[in-house]
Structures are given as structure tokens and as C-alpha cells.
């Protein structure tokens, strides 16, 4: 069993009959949703929205029921990866450019439960870029406004073209270097318009972070109560 593995069994024992869950994105989530699918192939009865196209479709291969959003008022559990996660359990997430739906579904769950492996465990938040989402309108105004912070913002791309998310928006990596306040810099970052949403998870919406390592064994760090 490879580590991520490890992480997201743990956190899927978790969930129990009766449950809604978000799903998150990701190769770690992968594995969540594989775990998930065969829970629900032996009668677990739950249902669950995802963070992105991708978790979607793999949750409908797996026959995981699939609920509408418009229809949940808060979710039981959600799981999902981290690119990096801080001795305070504060987190950067979107690699996979699904930040803006993770944080939606994690700021409406009741436990948010981040899986990831050893290696995504850091001092300080910042080694990896910070993705920013940002609207396509302005942009070139946005990533000034970035660049006057010292965030050296390049939009990522996909194939030689502009990654467009699938909310119809731009990413911006931020390569803050490192980061001491994650709380301020994610207010400082909201206050430019054209900003959606940062890839800046506050340790105050996580619950638990699941840490997964190669011979099968999990760390279970947790940073909040119960939302
Ligand atoms: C997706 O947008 C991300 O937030 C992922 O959850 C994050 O990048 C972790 O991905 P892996 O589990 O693939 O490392």
C-alpha cells in the first residue's frame, strides 16, 4: 500500500451510514474516492458531491452515489490532498486547479479531513507556488497588483495555452518563498479585485490531517473542533 493510500483509507473509515461527503481532487483523493467505491460496492449508503470534473467522473465509475449541490445544506465529512500542509495544519491546495470548489465544499463541511503523504508536511508554507485564481477580466491588472507584492505570479498554462478552470477562471502560481503569516497573507490577497479565491486553507477549517507513510502506518495530526 503506497502511502497516500494509507492516509485516505484512515479517513474513509470515517464515514459512516446516513452521510454526505465532499470529495476532494487530486492523486491522494484518488485514492479516497477508490476506498469510498468499495465501501459503497459492500452497502455503505452515503451520498456525496465532488470538487471537479475529474473526481466526478470517477466517483460515477465507482457507482458512489452522486447528490446535488443546490440540495445540501452541509456535509459530514470531506477529504481531500494538500500540497502542503504547516506545523499549524494551515495548507496550500490547488496543484490540480480545483482550489476555488475544494475550499467551497471544506468551508461547508462539518470535518474537513486532509490526507496526505510525509512528504507534504513543511516548517513554513511557501516552497510550493501558491495558486491564486483569478478572473480572466483585468488580468494583466490583477497580476500587477500580485507582482507589486512580491508574489511573482506566472499563469499557468496547459498544452501552450492559458489553464482555464472549471469555473471559467485564470491561475496564478505566487511564489512567495516562504510564508509566516498564512491568516494575513490570505486577507492581504482578497483585497485585490480580480481575486477569487487563494489556495491558502486556514488551519481553523481543518479537522484532522491524515498522514499516510510507505509501510502502511497513519499520523493522525488534528488542529480544530468538530464545525
Ligand atoms: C487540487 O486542486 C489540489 O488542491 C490537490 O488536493 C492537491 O494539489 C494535492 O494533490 P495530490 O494529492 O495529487 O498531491
Known amino acids: 500500500m503506497e502511502a497516500k493510500q494509507a492516509a ?5 473509515a470515517e464515514i459512516k451510514n446516513g452521510m454526505t461527503i465532499a470529495l476532494g481532487t487530486g492523486s491522494t483523493a484518488y485514492w479516497a474516492i477508490q476506498e469510498i467505491g468499495d465501501r459503497v460496492a459492500q452497502g455503505l449508503d452515503i451520498k456525496a458531491v465532488a470538487s471537479s470534473l475529474r473526481s466526478e467522473n470517477l466517483a460515477r465509475e465507482r457507482k458512489i452515489p452522486i447528490a446535488d449541490l443546490s440540495g445540501i445544506d452541509r456535509f459530514d465529512i470531506d477529504i481531500d490532498g494538500a500540497d502542503e500542509v504547516d506545523q499549524d495544519g494551515n495548507l496550500i491546495k490547488g496543484g490540480g486547479g480545483a482550489l ?5 465544499l ?6 474537513f479531513l486532509v490526507i496526505v503523504d510525509g512528504s507534504k508536511l513543511v516548517d ?6 501558491l495558486p491564486v485564481e483569478i478572473v480572466p477580466f483585468g488580468s494583466a491588472l490583477t497580476l500587477k497588483n500580485l507582482e507589486r507584492m512580491e508574489a511573482h505570479p506566472s499563469v499557468r498554462q496547459l498544452n ?5 478552470s472549471e469555473n471559467g477562471n485564470l491561475i496564478a502560481d505566487c511564489r512567495f518563498q ?10 492581504r490577497l482578497h483585497e485585490i479585485p480580480g481575486i477569487v479565491e487563494t489556495g491558502l486553507f486556514l488551519h481553523t477549517m481543518v479537522h484532522s490531517v491524515f498522514v499516510g ?3 502502511g502506518a497513519v499520523r493522525i495530526i488534528g488542529t480544530s473542533t468538530e464545525k
Open 8 to 12: 485516505a483509507a484512515r479517513a474513509v
Open 100 to 104: 476555488l470548489r475544494e475550499k467551497i
Open 106 to 111: 471544506a468551508a461547508n463541511s462539518r470535518k
Open 124 to 129: 513554513q508554507l511557501g516552497k510550493v507556488p
Open 160 to 164: 501552450g495555452k492559458d489553464y482555464i
Open 178 to 187: 516562504t510564508i509566516a503569516d498564512p491568516a494575513a497573507l490570505n486577507r
Open 213 to 215: 507513510y510507505a509501510d
